[in-house]
């Protein structure tokens, strides 16, 4: 093998192994979303999905060629700068890749770990809260379930009601049920989603308050 084909392979060794992942973005700011709206977080944006939702908020993510790759040790040394010690891993779709390495390090310096993932694929990390947001444009990996603490379901189709439904039965009975509309259709959906809950009281409103606030 030439040396560059040497180091093209090597890299993507360290990139299946956890130990380097590709960055689009990361950045402090205020979770806007389920549980932790409000509390102050350090957001890593890993690049790449291969799950293509149509009225996804960053399309932008999901070709993960695009996004530079960085070791661990340097994203938990750039989140560090920061005061706040939550870290929310989210994409592009986070399960991509063995996040068992990046969640290591985080704890060991002192972070709390959540993520926000759609569960595409095999669970990885250690994690103090696991946000799945399943969709139908590609099945959640059945070992998701078990370790979810809170559901949450984009509704953008009167049919989402349903399949928030049937991935409430899947999940264990402590996870938190929440309902957020989709951005673009907030409107026509917003009413329906507060009717919903008011009826039907183990599910909860998550807005993404984000973006009224008008921050990252
Ligand atoms: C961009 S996704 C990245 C993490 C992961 N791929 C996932 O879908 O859970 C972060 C969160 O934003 C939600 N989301 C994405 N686009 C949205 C939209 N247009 N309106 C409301 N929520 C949206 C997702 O369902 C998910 O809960
Ligand atoms: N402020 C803020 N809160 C968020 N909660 C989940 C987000 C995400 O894109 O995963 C997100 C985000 O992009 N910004
Ligand atoms: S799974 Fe998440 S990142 Fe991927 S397309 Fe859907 S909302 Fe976007
Ligand atoms: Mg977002």
């Known amino acids: 093998m030439k040396t560059q084909e040497l180091i093209a392979s090597s890299k993507q060794d360290l990139v299946a192994a956890g130990l380097q992942l590709p960055i689009m973005e990361a950045f402090y700011t205020i979770q806007g979303e389920g549980r ?10 890993l690049g790449g999905c291969d799950v293509g939702c149509v009225w996804c908020d960053v399309k932008e993510s999901w070709e993960a060629g ?65 946000c799945f947001s399943p969709k139908k444009f590609k099945k959640p990996h059945p070992s998701i379930y078990p370790v979810a603490d809170e559901l949450k379901v984009v509704v953008a189709h009167k049919s989402d009601f349903a399949f928030a439904e049937e991935n409430a039965g899947k999940v264990n009975p402590l996870c938190e049920l929440r309902l957020q509309p989709e951005w ?27 973006k009224f606030m008008d921050i990252p």
């Open 66 to 130: 695009k996004w530079p790759v960085l070791s661990i040790e340097q994203i938990v040394e750039d989140a560090l700068a920061h005061p706040g010690r939550l870290a929310v891993i989210t994409g592009g779709e986070p399960l991509m890749y063995d996040l068992g390495p990046l969640t290591k390090l985080l704890k060991e310096k002192g972070f709390t770990t959540n993520i926000e993932t759609s569960g595409a694929h095999p669970f990885s990390g250690d994690f103090d809260w696991v």
């Open 184 to 210: 673009s259709k907030a409107s026509r959906f917003t009413p329906e989603i507060v009717e919903y809950v008011k009826r039907q009281p183990n599910w909860k409103i998550s807005l993404q308050t984000h």
């Open 36 to 45: 932790f709206t409000g509390y102050p977080a350090y957001f890593i944006r």
